[in-house]
């Protein structure tokens, strides 16, 4: 499967937030948000084609317990079944960050899904295709419905706006049986300063709708570089 990095670090958003991890970022994806903050992995998809075998040589080299799957889009990757289950026989905890919209029958201890709202939308002039093939792919109901059924998860929504928390709210009347403590509210942002503006209107308002906050602490600790 095509790997853009590996590299240890701290886990920055979500209920493993502070978690010492290593990363393993599979490189593509069906979707193409324009705010993605991996577009080497999605709009420019850089990386190499890497084995399992090779993948899990990589993480041998650090004595870390948890293992993040992410992209990208790694449930685009058939490998990453007999990843998972490599992982599993090593004992890792394996979280798998993914959009939702696509399912594999993986080992994982805790899926953590970033449906994409319709906030999400490329909107350049030349996005037209991405445009149509984005809203098509983007909400898949029978995907979100499974992944909830067979994993513990976490659901982390991209809010850019006050608009975008009552499409949350709108979003999750269709799946009742989610557990609103493992749903989080993380600003859209592409650095700390932008971080620190929308968490201005964004924090108070989760406080006062009963919503979990979702930091996204990795900007705080490193900026938007790569491989953190
Ligand atoms: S789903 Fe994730 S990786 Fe894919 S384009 Fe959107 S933000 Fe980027």
Not at 47 to 66: F, K, Y
Not at 89 to 97: C, D, F, P, Q, S
Not at 134 to 144: K, L, M, T
Request: proline share 7%.
């Amino acid at each position: 499967m095509k790997i853009a990095e590996i590299y240890p670090s701290i886990q920055g958003e979500g209920l493993l937030a502070g978690q010492p991890s290593v990363f393993v970022r599979a490189s593509g994806c069906n979707l193409r948000c324009w705010f993605c903050d991996t577009p080497y992995t999605s709009w420019q998809p850089e990386g190499s084609d890497l084995s399992v075998e090779m993948i899990v040589a990589q993480l041998a080299e650090w004595d870390t317990e948890h293992v993040v799957l992410t992209g990208g889009e790694p449930m685009l990757f058939a490998e990453s079944i007999p990843l998972t289950t490599a992982l599993r026989e090593l004992g890792k905890h394996i979280t798998i960050e993914t959009a939702g919209t696509l399912y594999l029958p993986v080992e994982c201890d805790l899926m953590s899904i970033s449906p994409k709202l319709s906030n999400s939308s490329p909107q350049g002039p030349r996005d037209a295709a991405w445009r149509r093939r984005h809203e098509q792919s983007r909400h898949a109901p029978a995907v979100i419905g499974r992944l909830l059924a067979e994993y513990d998860y976490q659901l982390k929504f991209v809010i850019d706006t006050p608009a975008d928390v009552a499409e949350v709210e709108e979003y999750l009347q269709a799946f009742p049986e989610v557990d609103r403590a493992r749903v989080l509210l993380m600003p859209q942002c592409a650095d700390a300063e932008q971080l620190g503006r929308q968490a201005t209107w964004l924090e108070p308002l989760c406080r006062a709708e009963g919503w979990r906050y979702g930091a996204r602490r990795q900007l705080e600790w490193f900026g938007a570089a790569r491989g953190t």
